[in-house]
């Protein structure tokens, strides 16, 4: 979670919405993203959909099943369809998304009968990830 918090710090040195996002798989670091809505132009540029677009290539496969998604802010409708299409196996977030989240905050798409059914662990390093979002937006205000 901490390299997760690491790439939402560069989303924010870049003035995009600081949400950062990595994918390991046998316990090796295999993408890396963040959000880039901003420079980007682009509504789906969102740091789960960059970092599994980025896992794809390195895997050469769509399927992600042995992998383990780590993403400081909890995915919003569109990247938990992502992680459910990629088929990652656990997703570990830190900060609830009280506006747009999919996991327990605005509705539960893991818990969904889909065909693929995704560990989902919510917490971790929240603190850190709260505060982040928190300075980002107060900082935006101003």
């Not at 992680?83 to 747009?100: C, E, H």
Request: charged residues 30%; proline residues 2%; aromatic residues 6%.
């Amino acid at each position: 979670m901490r390299v997760a918090l690491e790439e939402a710090q560069k989303a924010y040195d870049e003035k995009e919405v600081p949400i950062g996002a990595i994918i390991v798989c046998d316990g090796e670091v295999i993408a890396r993203a963040h959000n880039t809505r901003e420079a980007s132009n682009q509504a789906i540029n969102h740091a789960e959909i960059l970092a599994i677009s980025e896992a794809n290539k390195k895997l050469k496969s769509w399927r992600l099943d042995t992998c383990t998604l780590y993403v400081t802010i909890e995915p919003c409708p569109m990247c938990a369809g992502a992680i459910l299409q990629s088929r990652i196996d656990r997703i570990v977030y830190g900060a609830s998304d009280l506006k747009a989240g999919a996991h327990k905050s605005k509705l539960n798409m893991f818990e969904i009968d889909f065909n693929h059914k995704t560990e989902v662990v919510s917490g971790v390093l929240e603190i850190e990830a709260k505060k982040m979002m928190q300075d980002f937006f107060k900082e935006l205000r101003k």
